[in-house]
């Protein structure tokens, strides 16, 4: 393999992730299983068999309510509803699995930074440093209500406030406990040494942590960091502070088009281009010939609900899609002066084959590639080739997909180098990186250690006055 690339089990601890309605098939009933511990284990157990990467437990902490003005339509089809915390799954998967790493979504919006940093070192403690951090913001009015909002913040705001949220937590896992705090010396009784744990002393516009924090290191101190964001805003956090982001490229060259955009930023910042890594949806029907694929894509159109899917969109895209009549062809609707920005561009996106408002709606990120074990090797390597560094892959039908996946399509993968055989030894981040437990010292997590530290120090010895 030239090139290491990365494969995420995508998925969400709710009946339906993005093939909207497919739980109403026979073979989707199995999706109704998802409030029970077994399927998930089963879930682990195969994708490590794969050699996957992570389990991505993407999730969303309010229902998607811009559709008809209510959240009805979303709680009728199960679309993203209901929604069990992901973070709860971590510790039994990974006490059935060796290497597979496990990414918590978690919104800036949800956990007070003080109780998150600690989740998340002790998952990373039980794990044995297998654990990452999504970093979203929301996008659901609903979900800042749940929190005590009246609505979401303005966009580039809530980017703002992850800019200091993630400042928190880098201070509690980077600066609060030295590297020789914990001594665990039984002779003279001391575990840790008092002057070398330090309370942060943050003090901002929304925040104000004293500290220290209340665990111990953690193998990777700070998790591993995936983030999304297509914004201008969520590109700049994404070159200044993650390790992964997401972008929603349908075609390689678009892709190749995001890659070097991000590249040049994290450039600009005195990162190297591998620092971030690049990684698109892949959410392919597999068949044994091309015709069973298009056969067996065809009919998980027909079972995709397209009122679930305005749903969806509306929530994404922000705007009430229900005055749009679902059969009005693409055509009519660009002729539309009436339709608004992020839609119109939603619909100039439509692939070819799409001709009403409809079919554009069912190419949701499910499905919308179909063939052979050989052919989804192609589609790999056309995206790795435009620089990408690595995959969502999200289940089209039901959880067993999983199961078809490893046993037909990662065979294939592997011939052609193009997923790894073994994993590497030691943390998520060194499989991942291959540069060790920690984040590299140029990282704004780890520049703020000296000044947090020197802060505590002069604190300390004021108070001894």
């Known amino acids: 393999m030239t090139r290491r690339l990365i494969y995420n089990a995508f998925t969400h601890v709710t009946p339906n992730h993005h093939s909207h309605g497919y739980w109403r098939h026979p073979d989707g009933q199995g999706q109704l299983d998802y409030k029970r511990l077994q399927p998930w284990l ?52 990974g006490a059935v699995t060796e290497h597979l790493g496990f990414a918590v979504t978690s919104s800036v919006i949800q956990d007070h930074p003080f109780d998150f940093a600690r989740k998340l070192s002790t998952l990373d403690h039980l794990t044995d440093g297998r654990v990452a951090w999504n970093i979203v913001t929301s996008y659901l009015d609903n979900a800042a209500r749940n929190f005590g909002h009246a609505a979401l913040e303005e966009h580039d705001e809530r980017y703002r406030w992850a800019e200091e949220y993630v400042d928190v937590v880098y201070k509690l896992w980077e600066a609060s406990w030295e590297d020789d705090a914990l001594v665990t010396d039984a002779t003279r009784g001391v575990f840790a040494e008092p002057a070398r744990v330090h309370k942060i002393h943050h003090r901002g516009a929304r925040y104000s942590v004293e500290g220290p924090h209340l665990s111990e290191p953690s193998p990777q101190r700070t998790p591993l960091l995936f983030q999304a964001g297509g914004s201008e805003a969520g590109r700049r956090f994404a070159a200044r502070h993650a390790e992964a982001t997401f972008i929603a490229a349908r075609t390689p060259e678009s892709a190749a088009h995001h890659v070097a955009d991000l590249r040049a930023r994290t450039r600009a910042l005195g990162r190297r281009d591998n620092e971030l890594k690049i990684i698109v949806p892949l959410a392919p029907v597999i068949g044994s010939t091309e015709a069973e694929a298009h056969a067996r894509r065809r009919e998980l159109k027909e079972w995709l609900s397209v009122d679930a899917l305005q749903s969806f969109y509306s929530g994404g895209l922000g705007v009430d899609l229900s005055n749009i009549d679902p059969g009005q062809p693409l055509s009519e609707l660009l002729q539309n002066n009436h339709v608004r920005g992020n839609v119109r561009a939603f619909i100039e996106a439509a692939p ?72 590497a030894p030691g943390t ?29 120090r002069d604190k300390r010895r004021a108070q001894q006055v």
């Open 428 to 456: 998520l981040r060194n499989k991942i990186s291959g540069r060790g437990p920690l984040l590299p010292d140029h990282h704004p997590a780890r520049q703020l250690r000296d000044e947090v530290r020197q802060l505590s």
């Open 352 to 423: 070819d084959r799409t001709v009403t408002f409809a079919d554009l709606l069912k190419e949701t990120v499910s499905g919308r590639f179909a063939g052979t074990p050989e052919q989804i090797a192609d589609e790999v390597q056309r995206y790795a080739d435009a620089g990408v560094d690595g995959f969502n892959v999200v289940p089209v039908t039901t959880r067993g997909w999983w199961t078809e996946f490893v046993d037909q399509v990662v065979p294939e993968l592997q011939k052609r180098g193009l997923m790894q055989t073994e994993y």
């Open 42 to 93: 089963d879930l682990a157990r195969t994708v490590e068999r794969g050699r996957f990467d992570t389990v991505f437990l993407a999730d969303v902490v309010g229902v998607y309510d811009k559709f008809r003005g209510n959240g009805d339509t979303s709680i009728r089809t199960a679309m993203q509803f209901p929604s069990l915390d992901p973070a709860s799954l971590v510790s039994a998967l």
